[in-house]
């Protein structure tokens, strides 16, 4: 028992590479400076990217509706100009067989 009651020191590491060679330096500080900010940069382009895609998708939507409205209503249009066009044609061609001798 008494040698599993004597503590055994346990030896402290020490340093043995010197701490100015392991950091990075004003070397290592400008590269992470550079990469956030090509990171921030990205970030900002895509967001900016994703906004003009959905204001198209947008304007595209409201460009459809006004065309199908106006289709709607020249449909109406047409229709009613149909029809008076082909009562002009009737009458204009009635006309003109009145003057012509029969044949």
Known sequence: MVIFAA???IPTPSMTVDPNSVTPGPAGFAVIIIVLIAVILLIWDMNRRIRR???????????????????AAQGTDAVASDDA???????????????KPPA
Request: charged share 45%.
């Open 7 to 9: 503590e055994t020191p």
């Open 53 to 71: 895609v959905r204001y198209r998708e947008e304007v595209r939507e409201e460009l459809d509706a006004e065309e199908a409205a106006n289709a």
């Open 85 to 99: 066009a082909s009562e002009d044609a009737a009458s204009d061609a009635a006309a003109s067989d009145e003057g």
